[in-house]
T-cell receptor
Protein backbone atom coordinates (compact mmCIF):
# COMPACT_ATOMS: atom_id res chain seq x y z
CA UNK A 1 0.00 0.00 0.00
CA UNK A 2 1.11 3.56 -0.55
CA UNK A 3 2.01 5.95 2.21
CA UNK A 4 2.90 9.10 0.32
CA UNK A 5 0.15 10.86 -1.53
CA UNK A 6 1.15 13.33 -4.18
CA UNK A 7 -0.90 16.31 -5.09
CA UNK A 8 -1.88 17.20 -7.73
CA UNK A 9 -2.23 13.97 -9.67
CA UNK A 10 -1.51 15.84 -12.88
CA UNK A 11 -0.01 19.23 -13.64
CA UNK A 12 0.38 20.96 -16.98
CA UNK A 13 2.46 24.13 -17.32
CA UNK A 14 4.31 26.17 -19.92
CA UNK A 15 8.05 26.00 -20.33
CA UNK A 16 9.73 28.53 -18.06
CA UNK A 17 7.08 28.37 -15.37
CA UNK A 18 7.62 26.87 -11.95
CA UNK A 19 6.07 23.54 -10.98
CA UNK A 20 5.15 22.68 -7.41
CA UNK A 21 4.19 19.20 -6.31
CA UNK A 22 3.17 18.19 -2.83
CA UNK A 23 3.45 14.98 -0.89
CA UNK A 24 1.66 14.04 2.31
CA UNK A 25 2.34 10.99 4.41
CA UNK A 26 0.87 9.32 7.44
CA UNK A 27 3.49 7.89 9.76
CA UNK A 28 6.77 9.18 11.12
CA UNK A 29 9.71 8.94 8.78
CA UNK A 30 13.49 8.88 8.77
CA UNK A 31 13.81 10.54 5.41
CA UNK A 32 11.85 11.43 2.31
CA UNK A 33 13.04 11.08 -1.24
CA UNK A 34 11.81 12.38 -4.56
CA UNK A 35 12.15 10.38 -7.76
CA UNK A 36 11.37 11.07 -11.40
CA UNK A 37 10.09 8.52 -13.87
CA UNK A 38 10.06 9.13 -17.58
CA UNK A 39 7.50 7.17 -19.53
CA UNK A 40 8.51 3.54 -19.87
CA UNK A 41 11.66 3.97 -17.83
CA UNK A 42 12.88 3.24 -14.33
CA UNK A 43 12.84 5.75 -11.52
CA UNK A 44 15.67 8.22 -11.11
CA UNK A 45 16.56 9.62 -7.72
CA UNK A 46 16.34 13.40 -7.49
CA UNK A 47 16.88 14.38 -3.89
CA UNK A 48 16.75 13.05 -0.34
CA UNK A 49 15.79 15.13 2.66
CA UNK A 50 16.24 13.83 6.17
CA UNK A 51 13.65 14.21 8.88
CA UNK A 52 15.75 16.81 10.71
CA UNK A 53 16.11 18.98 7.61
CA UNK A 54 13.57 21.56 6.50
CA UNK A 55 14.78 22.55 3.06
CA UNK A 56 17.17 21.29 0.46
CA UNK A 57 18.27 22.50 -2.96
CA UNK A 58 19.72 20.76 -5.94
CA UNK A 59 20.06 22.77 -9.13
CA UNK A 60 16.57 23.84 -10.17
CA UNK A 61 15.00 21.66 -7.51
CA UNK A 62 13.91 22.83 -4.09
CA UNK A 63 12.44 20.44 -1.56
CA UNK A 64 10.85 21.35 1.73
CA UNK A 65 9.81 19.08 4.56
CA UNK A 66 7.37 19.86 7.35
CA UNK A 67 7.31 16.92 9.72
CA UNK A 68 4.66 18.54 11.91
CA UNK A 69 2.28 18.54 8.96
CA UNK A 70 3.69 15.32 7.52
CA UNK A 71 4.15 16.95 4.17
CA UNK A 72 6.82 17.79 1.62
CA UNK A 73 6.91 19.85 -1.52
CA UNK A 74 9.05 19.69 -4.63
CA UNK A 75 9.53 22.89 -6.59
CA UNK A 76 11.03 22.82 -10.08
CA UNK A 77 11.99 26.29 -11.21
CA UNK A 78 12.22 27.47 -14.80
CA UNK A 79 10.74 24.25 -16.09
CA UNK A 80 11.79 22.72 -19.39
CA UNK A 81 10.04 20.35 -21.76
CA UNK A 82 12.53 17.68 -20.65
CA UNK A 83 11.08 17.89 -17.13
CA UNK A 84 7.94 16.17 -18.42
CA UNK A 85 7.69 13.02 -16.32
CA UNK A 86 5.99 11.52 -13.30
CA UNK A 87 7.34 12.54 -9.92
CA UNK A 88 7.10 10.34 -6.86
CA UNK A 89 7.80 10.91 -3.23
CA UNK A 90 9.05 7.98 -1.20
CA UNK A 91 9.05 7.77 2.55
CA UNK A 92 10.82 5.30 4.75
CA UNK A 93 9.43 4.12 8.02
CA UNK A 94 11.00 1.45 10.15
CA UNK A 95 10.52 -1.47 7.87
CA UNK A 96 9.93 -0.39 4.32
CA UNK A 97 9.90 2.36 1.80
CA UNK A 98 6.58 3.51 0.41
CA UNK A 99 6.04 5.38 -2.82
CA UNK A 100 3.15 7.67 -3.54
CA UNK A 101 0.96 7.46 -6.62
CA UNK A 102 2.92 10.22 -8.32
CA UNK A 103 2.26 13.54 -10.02
CA UNK A 104 2.25 13.54 -13.79
CA UNK A 105 3.95 16.76 -14.93
CA UNK A 106 3.64 17.98 -18.49
CA UNK A 107 5.74 20.94 -19.57
CA UNK A 108 4.60 22.41 -22.85
CA UNK A 109 7.24 24.00 -25.09
CA UNK B 1 29.19 1.15 -14.57
CA UNK B 2 26.25 0.06 -16.70
CA UNK B 3 23.75 0.61 -13.94
CA UNK B 4 21.21 -1.92 -12.77
CA UNK B 5 20.55 -4.46 -15.49
CA UNK B 6 17.27 -6.31 -15.82
CA UNK B 7 16.23 -9.02 -18.20
CA UNK B 8 14.12 -9.62 -20.07
CA UNK B 9 12.78 -6.13 -20.80
CA UNK B 10 9.47 -7.57 -21.96
CA UNK B 11 7.88 -10.88 -21.20
CA UNK B 12 4.60 -12.20 -22.51
CA UNK B 13 3.44 -15.52 -21.18
CA UNK B 14 0.32 -17.54 -20.67
CA UNK B 15 -1.45 -18.11 -17.41
CA UNK B 16 0.03 -20.99 -15.48
CA UNK B 17 3.51 -20.65 -16.89
CA UNK B 18 6.59 -20.02 -14.78
CA UNK B 19 8.20 -16.62 -15.16
CA UNK B 20 11.71 -15.72 -14.07
CA UNK B 21 12.90 -12.14 -13.95
CA UNK B 22 16.57 -11.36 -13.56
CA UNK B 23 18.53 -8.52 -12.07
CA UNK B 24 22.17 -7.54 -11.88
CA UNK B 25 22.75 -4.79 -9.31
CA UNK B 26 25.43 -2.15 -9.50
CA UNK B 27 28.75 -3.60 -8.41
CA UNK B 28 29.50 -2.86 -4.79
CA UNK B 29 25.92 -2.16 -3.79
CA UNK B 30 24.91 -4.27 -0.85
CA UNK B 31 21.14 -3.71 -0.97
CA UNK B 32 18.86 -5.02 -3.67
CA UNK B 33 15.14 -4.31 -3.97
CA UNK B 34 12.35 -5.74 -6.09
CA UNK B 35 9.33 -3.55 -6.85
CA UNK B 36 6.14 -3.99 -8.82
CA UNK B 37 4.36 -1.11 -10.52
CA UNK B 38 0.75 -1.13 -11.69
CA UNK B 39 -1.73 1.59 -12.45
CA UNK B 40 -4.03 0.40 -9.71
CA UNK B 41 -1.54 -0.08 -6.88
CA UNK B 42 1.33 2.15 -7.89
CA UNK B 43 4.85 1.15 -6.92
CA UNK B 44 5.05 -1.59 -4.31
CA UNK B 45 8.10 -2.97 -2.56
CA UNK B 46 8.06 -6.74 -2.83
CA UNK B 47 11.27 -7.81 -1.12
CA UNK B 48 14.74 -6.56 -0.37
CA UNK B 49 18.10 -8.17 0.30
CA UNK B 50 21.12 -7.05 2.25
CA UNK B 51 24.38 -8.78 1.42
CA UNK B 52 22.44 -11.46 -0.48
CA UNK B 53 20.20 -12.24 2.49
CA UNK B 54 16.46 -11.59 2.25
CA UNK B 55 15.56 -9.10 4.96
CA UNK B 56 11.89 -8.36 4.42
CA UNK B 57 9.59 -10.23 2.07
CA UNK B 58 6.34 -9.00 3.58
CA UNK B 59 5.48 -7.30 0.31
CA UNK B 60 5.52 -10.51 -1.68
CA UNK B 61 1.88 -10.95 -2.65
CA UNK B 62 1.56 -14.71 -2.54
CA UNK B 63 3.46 -17.95 -2.26
CA UNK B 64 3.54 -18.02 -6.02
CA UNK B 65 6.22 -15.37 -5.80
CA UNK B 66 9.77 -16.18 -4.73
CA UNK B 67 13.06 -14.32 -4.93
CA UNK B 68 16.64 -15.41 -4.56
CA UNK B 69 20.02 -13.78 -4.53
CA UNK B 70 22.65 -16.50 -4.90
CA UNK B 71 25.50 -14.01 -5.07
CA UNK B 72 26.19 -10.29 -4.91
CA UNK B 73 25.78 -9.79 -8.63
CA UNK B 74 22.59 -11.63 -9.43
CA UNK B 75 19.01 -11.92 -8.23
CA UNK B 76 15.89 -13.57 -9.59
CA UNK B 77 12.20 -13.04 -9.01
CA UNK B 78 10.12 -16.06 -9.92
CA UNK B 79 6.38 -16.36 -10.35
CA UNK B 80 5.01 -19.88 -10.50
CA UNK B 81 2.33 -20.29 -11.67
CA UNK B 82 1.71 -16.90 -13.23
CA UNK B 83 -1.75 -15.29 -13.38
CA UNK B 84 -3.14 -12.40 -15.45
CA UNK B 85 -3.24 -10.18 -12.35
CA UNK B 86 0.54 -10.48 -12.12
CA UNK B 87 0.82 -8.32 -15.24
CA UNK B 88 2.87 -5.29 -14.24
CA UNK B 89 6.25 -3.67 -14.60
CA UNK B 90 8.77 -5.19 -12.23
CA UNK B 91 11.70 -3.06 -11.17
CA UNK B 92 14.91 -4.01 -9.51
CA UNK B 93 16.90 -1.39 -7.63
CA UNK B 94 20.13 -1.36 -5.67
CA UNK B 95 21.74 0.96 -3.18
CA UNK B 96 25.11 1.31 -1.62
CA UNK B 97 24.42 1.32 2.11
CA UNK B 98 21.84 1.87 4.73
CA UNK B 99 18.70 0.19 3.50
CA UNK B 100 16.50 3.14 2.61
CA UNK B 101 18.79 5.92 3.73
CA UNK B 102 20.51 6.37 0.45
CA UNK B 103 19.33 6.76 -3.08
CA UNK B 104 18.25 3.71 -4.93
CA UNK B 105 19.29 3.11 -8.49
CA UNK B 106 16.56 1.55 -10.55
CA UNK B 107 16.83 -0.74 -13.50
CA UNK B 108 14.77 -0.17 -16.65
CA UNK B 109 12.15 -2.67 -15.55
CA UNK B 110 10.61 -5.81 -16.99
CA UNK B 111 7.16 -5.41 -18.45
CA UNK B 112 5.29 -8.65 -17.77
CA UNK B 113 2.08 -9.54 -19.52
CA UNK B 114 0.29 -12.70 -18.48
CA UNK B 115 -2.44 -13.71 -20.90
Amino acid sequence: SQQGEEDPQALSIQEGENATMNCSYKTSINNLQWYRQNSGRGLVHLILIRSNEREKHSGRLRVTLDTSKKSSSLLITASRAADTASYFCATDGDNDMRFGAGTRLTVKP
Amino acid sequence: DAGVIQSPRHEVTEMGQEVTLRCKPISGHDYLFWYRQTMMRGLELLIYFNNNVPIDDSGMPEDRFSAKMPNASFSTLKIQPSEPRDSAVYFCASSLTGRFYNEQFFGPGTRLTVL
